[in-house]
């Protein structure tokens, strides 16, 4: 019965002389992600967007896909009639009533819209109007205009759109309206939650993952590849880099003070991580660190590894509990993949008893043991980078 919806947005409404930007990215984000779905219209229209279905268009996925997209506030399937002559209208009205709602014993409001001025009747005149023949074609309702249950909206055009139900959109920002960032994604819950959230705020991303073959399986990658995949159908597509990190560890866990282990591979991973990022022209790094989740998260260990790099690190879990992200994480459907038992690297060259308040200067002086071959392992590592195109 539905062969449109119309697409609402909230905070990027307010975004004055840029608000086209926003309108377009959200406009295209919105036909990217129905493109799979079929031929559909997609447009933007006085503050809104506007979708129009093929014939043959499946409801559930639609809304689904659309529930996925970042900076709607709220959206409601439409019912168009195609013509706006006032009986045709009258009875396309009643009919939606009719089967949208079995039960009539509530109370509505009809607002009206018209964009064509020309139009015989005012807006007040249509509700007025539409609402005494609902009254008279279903004797159970009554009309509210104060508190409504039923808000009936009818907007004429050359055509008339009909609708009455919102549908909650995620809120935040369209992906790509706030720059770039680069993802430090792991295997783990967090770092994918950390990527949908930060994205959420209109980032794109790019991601790397670091490996450690043969101490972390061709399955651990492939993990990392399907929570990829998972997050890319809210963020949009992405690159994925694959760090072959295996000599920088086994070099640290040869070289540097065992306690220091996680912490000095955790700025070599920012490191290059960082050196991707300036590539790909992105603002920032993103983890998905908390504080003081693990030895390596306290506030002295963030800051050691923020020491490393010169990029702004942003945190989204910064202050999140771990029910917290993993509540995120099943909303996502990142946790599932999340919890399969494939080690990442970190895990295999974890000291018994880890610094938790790690001195950054100890960890410079730790570092200079690596001297000797460390820049060449890091320009190795970066050249032989597997890319994987995520979508
Ligand atoms: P996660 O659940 O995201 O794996 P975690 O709680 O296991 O996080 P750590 O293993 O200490 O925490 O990692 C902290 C952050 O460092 C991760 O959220 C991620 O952003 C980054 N990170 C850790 N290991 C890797 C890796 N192998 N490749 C890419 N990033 C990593
Ligand atoms: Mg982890």
Redo the contacts with the bound molecule.
Sequence with gaps: MFKAFLIKYGEIGLKGKNRYLFENALRDRVAEVLKPLGQYIVSKEQGRIFVECPDDYDYEETVKAIQRVFGISSFSPVVVIDSSEWDTLTKGVGDYVESMYPNKNFTFKVMAKRADKNYPMTSPEICREMGAYLLERFSELKVDVHEPEVRLTVEVRNKSYIYSIAIPGLGGMPVGTNGKAM????????????GYMISKRGVSLS??????PPY?SERAKQK?VDLGQKISKYTGRMKLYV?N?TDIQLYIYEKCPHDEL?IIM?RY?MRI?EHFAEQENCLGL?????IG??A??TMHSLAATNDACTMPVYRP?VAFDKQD?VDVAEKIDTYET?IQPYE????IFVAKHPVTKPSIKKIRNSERKLEEKIDEMLEAAINSVEIIDIE
């Design positions: 993802l430090l994604l792991s295997g783990g819950i967090d770092s994918p939650v950390a991601a790397v993952y670091f490996h450690a972390t990392v760090v990190f996680t955790r991973m991580a993103v983890t998905g660190e908390s989740q693990v390596s998260q879990l992200i999340s990442d690297c970190c895990t």
